[in-house]
Nanobody, 119 residues
């Protein structure tokens, strides 16, 4: 059974930092594209950052220059370093794993971790 387990969320003051982790029980983790999404109350889930199997990254405009996604393939883990946090970053953050092989898509979600930015 595939599991993605997020950790590292919590309450932080504006301007602070957090590092989220996502541990994946995936075979062939290294060939998955990994992503972080977030969903604030009353809003749709949105893409925050992605990292491909080759290490290329992409970010939502709202987090560019503040957030960094990275992966450690031997540890089957993806990270999201979040700096200069703002109240509008408050949301539940979800980890996602995605791969497309021979026309078959495999896509998995974690259960989410709450990030609250408030003074």
């Amino acid at each position: 059974q595939v599991q993605l387990v997020e950790s590292g969320g919590g309450l932080v003051q504006p301007g602070g930092s957090l590092r989220l982790s996502c541990a994946a029980s995936l075979s062939a983790f290294s060939i998955y594209a990994m992503g972080w999404f977030r969903q604030a109350p009353g809003k749709q889930r949105e893409l925050v950052a992605t990292i491909t199997s080759s290490g290329s990254t992409d970010y939502a405009d709202s987090v560019k220059g503040r957030f960094t996604i990275s992966r450690d393939n031997p540890k089957n883990t993806v990270y999201l370093q979040m700096n200069s946090l703002k109240p509008e970053d408050t949301a539940v953050y979800y980890c996602n794993a995605d791969r497309l092989v021979a026309g078959i898509r495999s896509n998995y979600w974690g259960q989410g971790t709450q990030v609250t930015v408030s003074s």
